[in-house]
């Protein structure tokens, strides 16, 4: 298993515009292949408006164009790919938000589909209702990796700490999270959210964002993270558009592990509600 690997996060601005998005997408992953990352994260909805109106217009279904592309692409640049999250609708006509994972060869190994909706009126700060066009997942994620396992869930999942760590029970050594806070709980809730992840179950964390811009439809806060084992911030964007590059050590987390044996001292048989 390789130890270090350098990881690129493509914290880009999305328009009303599916073929600009795709095309921007495609900028930022060749260049994070160019700059060496060999894992490559897009943000949640990446090639849609985060808007419930927009989700129907954009759904489309996996495999489907984008999926399509976006595999031609980690085979022809030999990457890992976390293609963010779209709006996939199955042969049902249900629509998910969902999230797909490419090998260096091209092939989709993983496919997340977001499970807790995000459905919230907070007073005198956002109102937003999910449920009113998606479906929720029911499937936990997880992929494997020459790097080890690597767990995936979609941005609203990572308030359900239970989540995280059943993808570590899987043997998750790194949770990546595409998603998109608002300007509300952004500011509040993000950093600490990411870490306490990341502490709880001595992971990397990696957490990809829209970038903030003033013609976005919906106002994401940015701030593309990733986290170590220890909780430590290691690498983290702006608000704005950029291409966040960072190298990871994988032996963090059997150092940490070690030094606190959290997940060692686990006394599950008591836990149980």
Known sequence: MSKTLKVGVC?????????????????????AATDGCRLVVLPEMFNCPYAAGCFP???????????????????????????????????????????????????????????????????????FFESDTLSPGREITNFDTIYGSMGLAICYDMRFPELAR??????????????????????????????SRAIDNQVFVIAASPANHPEAVYAAHGHSMVVDPWGKVIAEAGSGEMLLVTEINLETVDKVRKEIPVLKHRRPELYAM
């Open 166 to 195: 059943a993808m570590v029970l899987r043997g998750a050594r790194m949770i990546i999270y595409p998603a998109a806070f608002n300007q509300v709980t952004g500011p509040l809730h993000w950093e600490i959210l990411l870490r």
């Open 11 to 31: 914290q880009m601005n999305v328009f009303d515009d599916k073929e600009a998005n795709l095309a921007s997408a495609t900028r930022m992953i060749k260049e």
């Open 57 to 127: 217009v954009y759904a489309e279904s996996i495999p489907g164009k984008t999926s399509t592309e976006l595999g031609d692409l980690s085979r022809d640049l030999s990457i890992y790919l976390v293609a963010g999250s779209i709006p996939e609708r199955d042969v049902e006509g249900q629509i998910y938000n969902t999230s797909v994972v490419f090998n260096p060869e091209g092939k989709m190994i993983a496919k997340h589909r977001k499970m807790h909706l995000f459905d919230v009126d907070i007073p005198g700060g956002i109102t």
